[in-house]
């Protein structure tokens, strides 16, 4: 396996690595892929294989390249961040601690409420601070509107 660091883009305080890797096996078969370091999480851009890989070796393959990847990457601070990592929670990814109950809607509202005046889509800003897809995000959304936080969604006659 090699890693080669390609790039890396620097915004505010946090920083991406993109990196070229390429997994050799002992049978010709060979993998070569696109991935980006930041935060402390890999994510895989790109994939090309031959022979194709199965969904089972696609699953697990940022598993193969995690550990290397963060090597390669050692001088930047999302290693830093992966190595001091909360390995207590046993998660991979790690997400904004989130409040339950009504400090978590009030906290969405307020999110989606100044995404809202400041012209961008709101529930990116959801997404963005509770760390959650955008399926989660909108439940999330719905809980601040049932809580009465947030206007209804249609105005009813």
């Not at 697990?60 to 992966?82: K, M, R």
């Not at 990814?93 to 989606?112: C, D, I, Q």
Request: net charge neutral; with cysteine; glycine share 8%.
């Amino acid at each position: 396996m090699s890693v080669r660091r390609a790039w890396e883009v620097r915004e505010n305080d946090t920083a991406a690595t993109w990196c070229d890797v390429r997994l050799s096996f002992d049978d010709g078969a060979g993998v070569e892929l696109l991935a980006v370091v930041c935060e402390g999480c890999v994510s895989i851009e790109d994939v090309r294989a031959r022979p194709a890989l199965s969904l089972d070796d696609l699953a697990v393959l940022a598993d193969w390249i995690e550990g290397p990847l963060l090597e390669a990457c050692a001088g930047t601070a999302e290693a830093q961040v992966a190595a001091a990592g909360d390995g207590s929670s046993g998660r991979r990814h790690a997400r904004p601690a989130l409040p339950r109950g009504a400090e978590s809607r009030r906290l969405v509202a307020g999110e989606y409420l100044a995404a809202q005046r400041a012209g961008r889509d709101p529930v990116l800003a959801v997404m963005s601070a509770t760390g959650h897809s955008r399926r989660r995000s909108l439940r999330l959304i719905a809980g601040a509107r049932d809580a009465g936080l947030l206007a209804p969604r249609h105005a009813r006659r």
